[in-house]
């Protein structure tokens, strides 16, 4: 039995610690998805009361009282417990259920993003008013604090699903058809969001940061966002930026004010201000960038970006100084 105690502790501990942390819609950092946490928790509280009532009267009349019921009584056990209390119970917990969905379709105002599902990554706009030109940014989202945004999603190719689990519940993207979502966090943080939909091999390596920032901080942000990228300061960058464009970098990836427009793969414009790499499976230095520009297949299986193994040791510290730098 102590044996069997000790095995347990470390897989509850581990439940437990499942529900917190930057991606739990249990650790709620937004308005949609606290009340979703409160839904789970009327609901599992309801379905616990209703199983220990039926189990407590099955252990009832088995084990404490086990006699032959009068026929009137076992009616009663049966139509009141099999039909009228679930009746209530289910109805009650049903009609909370619903009461709480008008909240969740409520639309954002300001600034919108449209989120686009890609293989393996997200494709970020922000569109500062209607009719604006799009920011295009990737694989990080951004988020006043204290203000409702609204997010159109959309795929490419395949079918994905957005979900920031701390901030609010999970919307489908669909390619050829626009679905939305908004979110209103209610706490300054950075929460990680995943795709909740099996899209292909490197489904579980796309994920984002959600970075919530103090509202006069992402209008600041976002401005610096509009910018053009800035210029290499370095020696080194220097010839990362000329080994970009010799490589045809510029082909797929857009660096915004030099001649790389490339539309198919992620903008890498102000890549380097962003806190992960590769859709959130890498950290942000320059060790990381040399690493996934050497080893993309190795990485992210199925991602669409061939490795460039033919780069030296020199080069590839160039470009990942030059890549760096683009904050
Ligand atoms: Cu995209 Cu799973």
Known sequence: MRG????????????????TGTQSALDPAGKDAS?????FWVLLIGATVLWLAVNGLFFYVTRIEPRSLSRRLAETLVIGGGIV?????????LAYALSI?????????????????EQWWWRVEYIPEPGAEPIVAANEIRLPVDHRTEIKLG?????????????AGKMDMFPGRETRLAVEPTKVGVYRGQCAEFCGEAHALMAFQAVVMEQDEFAAWLE???????????????????????????????????????PAGPDLTHVGSRLS????????DREAFADWVRHTKRIKPGVKMPPYVHLSD???????AYLEGLK
């Not at 969905?101 to 599902?117: A, F, H, S, W, Y």
């Not at 990228?229 to 960058?237: G, H, N, Y």
């Not at 020199?314 to 990942?320: F, M, Q, V, Y």
Request: charged share 20%; glycine share 10%.
């Open 4 to 19: 069997r105690a000790l095995r347990f502790s470390p897989v509850a501990l581990l439940l437990l610690a499942g529900c």
């Open 35 to 39: 009340v979703l946490a409160d839904l």
């Open 85 to 93: 209390f679930p009746f209530f119970l289910l109805s009650g917990l």
């Open 101 to 117: 969905m008008p909240d969740q379709r409520l639309e954002g105002t300001g600034v919108q993003i449209r989120v686009t599902g």
């Open 155 to 167: 795929a490419d190719k395949f079918i994905h699903s957005f979900w920031i689990p701390a901030l």
């Open 224 to 262: 610096k966002e509009r910018q053009d990228a800035v210029m290499p300061a370095s020696d080194l960058a220097r010839q990362g930026e000329a080994i970009f464009l010799e490589e045809g970098c510029g082909a797929c990836h857009t660096v915004r004010g030099t001649e790389a427009r490339g």
């Open 277 to 284: 790499l590769g859709a959130a499976v890498l950290p942000s």
């Open 314 to 320: 020199e080069k590839l510290s160039a470009l990942s």
